[in-house]
């Protein structure tokens, strides 16, 4: 499978840590058929759908509660946008989808993105992520998924870093995690799965100088893509 995913870095702004592994792995293939659409609709089999994600159910009454599911943690995880106008810098939200239908008679998903969402797919030159999607979908554990897309963007500098607080966010963490349990439950184990993809991966962990030991930052290195 050579399917891949490629969107503008914005999107790695949106928080999608409630997603499961399931979820993660259709939004992403739905993303992927963007490349082939190049416009605001789209309108994929479920069979195809689940070949691209391989969903391994068999049960479509499984598959559409986990398509349904995924459409509503999208929207609430509204898009924020910075925009200017007139040499006025103001802020928008959207969600991602306008529309997202399950076609039951078809058998097929029928979705029309947002036009304000699409300019993120679509003509994706500079200051873009992209991904195999297979690799993607191999990885097991959502968090692992979460990480992934975000260092990808990153892959070309060989570093990551991130304050504690925009981690908890982007990985949809418990918000009663301490910085131990963060360690032991989220990274070390996303750590072990990503570095089949990423070479000598490690993290960092930055201190404030006044705060006694309080982590500020993790700082995530791997060799760069040359």
Request: glycine share 4%; charged share 25%; hydrophobic share 35%.
């Amino acid at each position: 499978m050579n399917d891949y995913v490629k969107y503008k870095n914005e999107l790695n702004t949106v928080s999608l840590g409630t997603f499961n592994a399931s979820e993660f792995n259709l939004f992403f293939s739905i993303l992927s058929k963007t490349k082939e659409e190049q416009h605001e609709q789209i309108y994929v089999k479920w069979e195809d759908l689940k070949s691209l994600a391989h969903y391994t159910s068999t049960s479509n009454t499984r598959f559409l509660k986990d398509l349904n599911s995924m459409y509503q943690k999208l929207i609430n995880s509204n898009y924020i946008h910075l925009y200017t106008d007139n040499d006025q810098v103001g802020v928008e939200s959207f969600t991602i989808f306008e529309d997202f239908r399950l076609l039951e008679k078809e058998k097929a998903i029928e979705a029309r993105f947002n036009p304000k969402f699409t300019c993120l797919l679509n003509q994706v030159n500079s200051n873009a992520t992209c991904f195999s999607l297979e690799e993607f979908i191999l990885l097991k554990k959502k968090y692992a998924k979460n990480l992934y897309r975000l260092l990808k963007q990153a892959e070309k500098k060989g570093y990551w870093k991130v304050s504690v607080e925009n981690l908890s966010f982007l990985l949809g963490m418990p918000k009663h995690y301490r910085v131990g349990q963060i360690d032991q439950k989220i990274l070390k184990p996303a750590i072990e799965e990503l570095g089949a993809y990423f070479t000598h991966l490690e993290v960092e962990k930055k201190y404030s100088e006044t705060q006694g030991n309080k982590v500020l930052e993790y700082l995530f290195k791997f060799e760069k893509l040359i």
